[in-house]
């Protein structure tokens, strides 16, 4: 069954098919010139006997001929049955083989419109597959040019990210040295003040000194 539903197969069959209607038609083209020779066979026959009949004709042999003639007919009546029955049988067998080649023929033509029918199913089946795969492709385009479009986004944003976090940074890194360096400032203003104040000890100190070295002089 797998075999002969191959389309090689079915195809040779079906012109194996073709071949037998060929053949028939011309074994039918045959028979028909072979019924056209007899039939002027016969004709010539008749016209033959008609024309004896009427050479040998005569008053003198009325009554010969006459005989003659009822054999003739009865002979040609015998003659004439049995081609008779030769035509029937003959046009019967014609008629079977004409409905036989017509069979066949209406097979062939059924298998050649189901052969076009599928191959017709094919070719829809076929442009079917190709506009999905349009379709498809169209939506795979649209698709890459939507993820393409979403990287671009994304990668807007990471830069932006990006950008805000270094200026965050800058801005960062500017206040803590801002701060360190206003630390810095008051440290230095507390240490000067220290040393101002431990100068001015030591300046009083050094009058005292300088008062008591003085007073024991």
Excluded: C, P
């Excluded at 090689?8 to 072979?34: C, P």
């Excluded at 005569?58 to 029955?85: C, F, G, I, P």
């Excluded at 036989?100 to 062939?108: P, Q």
């Excluded at 089946?125 to 379709?135: G, L, N, S, V």
């Amino acid at each position: 069954m797998f075999h002969n539903s191959q389309d090689m197969v079915k195809g040779l069959h079906s012109k194996m098919l073709m071949a037998d209607v060929f053949a028939e038609r011309d074994v039918q083209e045959e028979t028909r010139k072979k019924k056209l020779s007899l039939q002027k066979q016969i004709d010539s026959q008749w016209e033959e006997l008609e024309k004896q009949k009427m050479v040998e004709y005569d008053e003198r042999l009325r009554a010969k001929l006459e005989k003659e003639y009822t054999k003739k007919q009865s002979n040609a009546k015998m003659v004439q049955d049995q081609l008779d029955d030769f035509k029937m049988t003959f046009i019967k067998r014609l008629q079977d083989d004409e409905a036989e080649g017509k069979k066949i023929r209406s097979a062939v033509e059924e298998e050649l419109e189901r052969e076009k029918l599928k191959e017709l199913e094919k070719k829809k089946k076929a442009a079917k597959q190709r506009e999905e795969f349009k379709k498809a492709n169209e939506e795979l385009l649209k698709l890459q040019a939507q993820i393409a479009l979403k990287e671009k986004e994304e990668e807007r944003r990471i830069d932006e990210y990006a950008k805000k976090r270094e200026a965050m940074t800058y801005v960062r890194k500017t206040k803590e040295e801002e701060r360190f360096k206003n630390k810095q400032a008051i440290r230095q203003k507390m240490i000067d003040r220290q040393i101002e104040e431990l100068m001015k000890v030591r300046d009083l100190q050094e009058q005292q000194l300088n008062k008591q070295v003085a007073e024991a002089e």
